[in-house]
T-cell receptor, first 114, second 111 residues
Framework: NAGVTQTPKFQVLKTGQSMTLQCAQD?????MSWYRQDPGMGLRLIHY???????DQGEVPNGYNVSRSTTEDFPLRLLSAAPSQTSVYFC?????????????FGSGTRLTVV | DAKTTQPPSMDCAEGRAANLPCNHS???????VYWYRQIHSQGPQYIIH???NNETNEMASLIITEDRKSSTLILPHATLRDTAVYYC????????????FGAGTILRVKS
């Protein structure tokens, strides 16, 4: 199993550009989420999904869109990149059960907006 | 979401047990206590979780007080590779299974 795969690993954008961060998992997890982590800070939840066709906002959703058309994929779209979106982005997935056996995180996408 | 309080940093000697405390006084009855760690700039790694009973796995033990208002993560024989930020999180299905990360505890294991 590949687990959670994020692409690209590194990206530099100019202010105002748009892009999509890809996240794919092969564990048939119902739950997927996106976090951002700024230097020296903890992770903050951007958006999450409890299944295909269902998404919801987290703590810091502004400037980002998501969709969940399949169980496997949960792309994160930056609509118009701003320097404040410079961060490391992590995707995570898990089973949606009472006992939550833990999230599996991807290795991250390091995004710089200039 | 119930909030957690953790010390910002701790030191531990290599080979000794590392005991990381966490306070979660507002935890509700159906919320679990989760522990994750993040080594350098990698993605967080799940360690262990529990509801009310103590738990043990190959990585660590989790001790939850009887009133569930606090817990302790125990790494029985800390190694240099255990140096990381450790996050204590409470969550339940009523919050859509999402995890909200705080600042965590920086554990430094020293030789």
């Amino acid at each position: 199993n590949a687990g959670v795969t994020q692409t690209p690993k590194f990206q530099v954008l100019k202010t105002g550009q748009s892009m999509t961060l890809q996240c794919a998992q092969d564990m048939n997890h119902e739950y997927m989420s996106w976090y951002r982590q700024d230097p020296g800070m903890g992770l903050r939840l951007i958006h999450y999904s409890v299944g295909a066709g269902i998404t919801d906002q987290g703590e810091v959703p502004n400037g980002y869109n998501v969709s969940r058309s399949t169980t496997e994929d949960f792309p994160l779209r930056l609509l118009s990149a701003a320097p404040s979106q410079t961060s490391v982005y992590f995707c995570a997935s898990s089973y949606l059960t009472d006992s939550n056996y833990g999230y599996t995180f991807g290795s991250g996408t390091r995004l710089t907006v200039v | 979401d119930a909030k957690t309080t953790q010390p910002p940093s701790m030191d531990c000697a290599e080979g000794r047990a590392a005991n990381l405390p966490c306070n979660h006084s507002t935890i509700s009855g159906n919320e679990y206590v989760y522990w994750y760690r993040q080594i350098h700039s990698q993605g967080p790694q799940y360690i262990i979780h529990g509801l009310k009973n103590n738990e043990t796995n190959e990585m660590a033990s989790l001790i939850i007080t009887e009133d569930r208002k606090s817990s302790t993560l125990i790494l029985p024989h800390a190694t240099l590779r255990d140096t990381a930020v450790y996050y204590c999180i409470v969550s339940g299905l009523e919050y859509g299974n999402k995890l909200v990360f705080g600042a965590g505890t920086i554990l430094r294991v020293k030789s």
